[in-house]
């Protein structure tokens, strides 16, 4: 084990790395079967592990595992505003978001949701950001998670700045000091990539925020 350990650096592999780092094994399939007997290692799904609590170096990334079970994706919605600390619940499932179908994983490590949107919309407002060891994972922008998560609400009629105000400040229970730090032309672009009109709202409510801010230091 502390071989394989040494080989693999990182907390969450796949199945490749595994078996690279068995490969003086004559069967490492079978060497794979006793370290999941064992607790070695943890299959979170075909082909993704992590290291038992035993091995760990470090504690594994949930983000990490995200974009690696089901790709392309990035992580968004509910669960990028909370690690932000837009929203102040925390999220029960890791939510991403895909430009493919969308997908639920049951994993020994909870829920991973991947919500579809549309192609024209996906690559814009995507963060890398870098752990120990080179580890990095893709993560939205608080302007992009915030606009797929309202993207998201098909069911909710958001008509008015009014309707969107209740939203974002009693459902969500954003502040409007960081709303007001967020990027309005940035809104407004994914507006455009989502078609959206209750992004064009958002967009100009951020726009009315950021000026009570300003004029606010002002008078301060």
């Not at 035993?54 to 392309?72: C, D, H, Q, T, V």
């Not at 919500?115 to 024209?120: H, I, T």
């Not at 940035?186 to 726009?207: P, Q, T």
Request: net charge positive; no cysteine; glycine share 10%.
């Amino acid at each position: 084990m502390e071989e394989l350990r040494r080989r693999i650096s990182g907390e969450e592999f796949d199945y490749q790395a595994l078996l690279d780092g068995l490969r003086k094994y004559n069967r490492p399939r079978d060497k794979i079967t006793s370290l999941l007997r064992k607790g070695g290692i943890i299959r979170v799904k075909k082909g993704i592990y992590i290291f038992g609590e035993r091995y760990r170096k470090r504690p594994f990334s949930m983000e990490i595992l995200a974009n690696m079970i089901y790709g392309p994706s990035y992580v968004s919605m509910e669960t990028a505003l909370h690690y932000y600390g837009l929203i102040p619940e925390g999220v029960a499932a890791m939510t991403s978001v895909t430009d493919g179908r969308g997908r639920r994983f049951f994993t020994p490590l909870g829920l991973f949701i991947y919500r579809n949107v549309p192609a024209k919309a996906y690559p814009i407002g995507i963060d890398q950001v870098e752990l120990e060891s080179g580890r990095s994972f893709l993560i939205a922008t608080p302007e992009k998670a915030l606009a797929d998560k309202i993207q998201a609400e098909r069911g909710m009629a958001i008509r008015s700045e009014a309707e969107m105000r209740s939203y974002l400040f009693e459902s969500l229970r954003i502040e409007s000091e960081a709303l007001g730090r967020l990027n309005a032309g940035m809104i407004a672009l994914m507006a455009d990539r989502y078609r959206s009109r209750k992004l064009r709202l958002l967009s100009e409510l951020i726009r009315k925020l950021e000026g009570q801010g300003t004029r606010g230091a002002s008078r301060s």
